[in-house]
């Protein structure tokens, strides 16, 4: 997976400290009923590690537990996917088992909705190994910030990964609006209206609608960044929030600066 720079990152710590709930019994009746238990720089891959790599999953009881591992997997899953060469890890009936008393996902993956990209296919892993957030054009809303916290920091998640996508129809849409001032129908707008503050005004036709891909992906890490108890894991060294794009002439999640 290319992208543009890299740096490094550190160990991720087995426990975190605090949480936007009000009580601490509350914290354990979510963790009871879902049954869970320094951002990095742009790299020139997603991950460092190698594409023939077995799968590390939670599951299996190898569970990436830093940034740089769970993006070095993320990484690997990538690569079996474009050379079609998918293992669908973590799908046998004892995994399936193992998963009905807890889960560890190594990762959360911030996407779209759009249906020719799937988190679990595009990295190819399995059950257990992935918490998927998704929305149009990946925008944030207080479900989504509340979905992507309690990854974070009930299941202690290393690593946030926001991926946008070519040819994204939310992102075409909200560039079409804002050309011709006409409003989207229902409810649209609204992703629409948050989308349209990234819109690349440098740019005209589809390198517009290009540019505004990646700069919205930029604005949504950002925010998560900026979010006070995922900032805090972040200065810990406990997590990272990458932004990336999936290209879907080649199947390569790329890494964004």
């Known amino acids: ?30 963790r009871a009923g879902l ?19 077995a799968p590390t999953t939670g599951a299996s009881g190898r569970r990436p537990s830093t940034p740089q591992e769970a993006l070095r997997e993320l ?22 088992q193992s998963l009905t008393t807890g ?11 759009d249906s020719r990209v799937p988190p679990e296919l595009v990295f190819d892993q ?3 190994d992935l918490m998927t ?14 979905s992507v916290a309690y990854g974070v920091l009930e299941l202690d998640i290393p690593l946030v990964l926001v ?36 819109i690349d005004h440098s740019k005209t036709g589809d390198a517009r609608v290009g540019s505004t891909i990646d700069a919205n992906v930029r604005a949504v890490r950002a925010r998560l960044a900026a979010e006070p108890d995922l900032a805090a894991k972040v200065a810990a060294g406990e997590l990272a929030i990458v932004g990336a794009r999936y290209d879907l002439d080649t199947q390569r999640v790329h890494r964004l600066a």
């Open 133 to 146: 957030v998704r929305s149009a054009g990946e925008v944030l809303d207080e479900a989504v910030l509340g």
């Open 75 to 96: 990484a690997a899953g990538n690569h079996r996917w474009r050379t079609f060469r998918e293992r669908h890890p973590d799908e046998s009936p004892a995994v399936r």
């Open 163 to 198: 991926v946008g996508h070519q040819s994204c129809g939310a992102v075409k849409a909200a560039v079409a609006a804002d050309e011709s001032g006409e409003r989207l129908p229902a409810h649209i707008q609204y992703i629409a209206d948050q989308i349209a503050p990234n």
């Open 1 to 30: 997976m290319n992208s543009d720079r890299s740096a490094g990152s550190q160990p991720a710590s087995t426990a975190h400290k605090r949480f936007a709930l009000p009580s601490l019994a509350r914290r354990a009746l979510l």
């Open 103 to 113: 889960q560890h996902p190594f990762a959360l993956v911030l996407g779209c909705i």
């Open 126 to 128: 399995g059950l257990g």
């Open 35 to 53: 049954t869970g238990a320094a951002a990095l720089g742009a790299t020139a891959a997603l991950g460092t590690g190698s594409a023939s790599a």
